[in-house]
């Protein structure tokens, strides 16, 4: 079945950088477009990034643009987020999200289990 | 951005009883719309989607309904297992947004 496990998570300092990993398994990752959500502590759910399952199209939130990176290595079966100027406001647990379709708009039918970043002095 | 709006932010309701739950999107989204449910400490689940599709493995007591703007979720037998955090989500276009969500307790 499909499995997505997130991990790279941790404790960084405002205007530090995290590079999230999520490793898929259970389906042909590289022919399905993937997301990554994430959802402050108490809070609900913020759709952050999305990949063509080619990587060719990429797009991203306002609150992230222009500090995020979501990237894919089809050969590892495994999705990136580059976080780079961390706010404290990113503080929240990121999951990622499988689409049901190589390039189009669609929900998600997947998550993995999150991994948790924490922004803080 | 379409803006997606949630009501009520939390519902009170009976074991057994029927519960409905109303998204509201701020312009139209035609069916591209997906109804999420999150148990506490765990990731989001996959309801609905195309606003009245049960996905794999969902109960027949979830029900989506509606499109456009105006949709709804209706659990009709509470069981207690479902008092626990509904999201709905729109996937009209390249900037997917989702409601604050509806919590859904023991009355």
């Known amino acids: 079945q499909v499995q997505l496990v997130e991990s790279g998570g941790g404790v960084v300092q405002p205007g530090g950088s995290l590079r999230l990993s999520c490793a898929a398994s259970?389906?042909?990752?590289?022919?399905?477009?993937m997301h990554w959500v994430r959802q402050a502590p108490g809070k609900g759910l913020e759709w952050v990034t999305f990949?063509?399952?080619?990587?060719?199209?990429?797009y991203y939130a306002d609150s992230v643009k222009g500090r995020f990176t979501i990237s894919r290595d089809n050969s590892k079966n495994t999705l990136y987020l580059q976080m780079n100027s961390l706010r404290t406001e990113d503080t929240a647990v990121y999951y990622c999200?499988?689409?049901?379709?190589?390039?189009?708009?669609?929900?998600?039918?997947?998550w993995g289990q999150g991994t948790l970043v924490t922004v803080s002095s | 951005e379409i803006v997606m709006t949630q009501s009520p932010a939390t519902l009170s309701v009976s074991p057994g009883e029927r519960a409905t739950l109303s998204c509201r999107a701020s312009?139209?989204?035609?069916?591209?719309l997906a109804w999420y449910q999150q148990k506490p400490g765990q990731a989001p689940r996959l309801l609905i989607y195309?606003?009245?599709t049960r996905a794999t493995g969902i109960p027949a007591r979830f029900s989506g309904s509606g499109s456009g703007t105006e949709f709804t979720l209706t659990i009709s037998s509470l069981q207690s297992e479902d008092f626990v955090v509904y999201y709905c989500?729109?996937?009209?276009?390249?900037?997917?947004?989702f409601g604050q969500g509806t919590k859904v307790e023991i009355k």
């Open positions: 999200a499988k689409g049901v379709a190589a390039a189009g708009i669609t929900h998600f039918d997947s």
């Open positions: 259970g389906f042909t990752f590289s022919t399905y477009g």
């Open positions: 990949i063509r399952y080619d990587g060719t199209n990429k």
């Open positions: 312009q139209s989204v035609s069916s591209n």
């Open positions: 195309g606003a009245s």
């Open positions: 989500q729109q996937y009209n276009n390249w900037l997917w947004t």
